[in-house]
């Protein structure tokens, strides 16, 4: 089944957020009244467009506004980080090296675990909850006041979706000083692990 996004036009992931203000902006194919910027290219496809009017829009008729609008209510249920606004603060917050992995061991994590969806919670068949952009799980590492947890994080797993990412970031720490490091994530294992990382920080700049 179609996601929200795709119904509309796009797929969820276009929507990105910029920096610490997290400003949304959608991505899609330019009108005649739109500029169109290239963005710099993800490591799994063609760039996006991001889209900036130039003029005044046209007239919408009501069904297409509230077509729109729904969109935007589904959308805006995503907060999405860019690849290279999300290099920054990890870079700010000191990961870069930490206990031997590089800033594309936490950006190839982030993007196989949650696409970089800040808010992402999946539930398990176990009744535990994964949350936030690395996935910490409810049973071992986070609070949900849902089920038996051992909370090694000694955090709420709601806080672990903020959209300052300190607290999962210090949480992810965590879990990476500990046994087994990245291998905690069993996605990272697979797409991770062993494989060249470099181009995840193509186009980014850090300064």
């Not at 799994?44 to 009501?62: E, F, I, N, V, Y």
């Not at 700010?92 to 936490?106: A, C, R, V």
């Not at 970031?169 to 692990?193: D, E, F, P, T, Y």
């Amino acid at each position: 089944m179609a996601g929200e996004g795709e119904k509309c036009g796009w797929k969820e992931r276009a929507w990105q957020v910029g920096g610490r203000g997290f400003t949304l902006s959608p991505v899609d194919s330019p009108g005649e009244d739109q500029q169109a910027v290239w963005e710099t290219p993800g490591p799994t496809g063609p760039p996006p467009l991001t889209l900036h009017r130039a003029s005044s829009p046209p007239r919408m008729t009501s069904p297409l506004l509230i077509s729109l609008a729904s969109c935007l209510v589904a959308v805006n249920q995503a907060s999405l980080i860019g690849r290279c606004d999300l290099a920054k603060v990890l870079h700010q917050e000191d990961l870069d090296g930490f206990e031997g992995y590089s800033l594309t061991d936490w950006l190839c994590l982030a993007f196989v675990e949650s696409d970089f969806n800040i808010t992402k919670v999946n539930e398990n068949t176990d009744g535990s909850f994964d949350y936030g952009i690395f996935q910490i799980n409810s049973h071992y590492w986070c609070n949900d006041y849902q089920s038996h947890t051992e909370n090694n994080c000694q955090v709420d797993c709601q806080e672990l979706l903020s959209p300052n990412l300190l607290a999962i970031i210090n949480c992810a720490k965590k879990i990476v000083s500990g046994a087994g490091g990245m291998k905690n994530w069993v996605k990272w294992r697979l797409h991770c692990a062993g494989r060249p990382l470099s181009y995840w920080m193509t186009g980014c700049h850090l300064a």
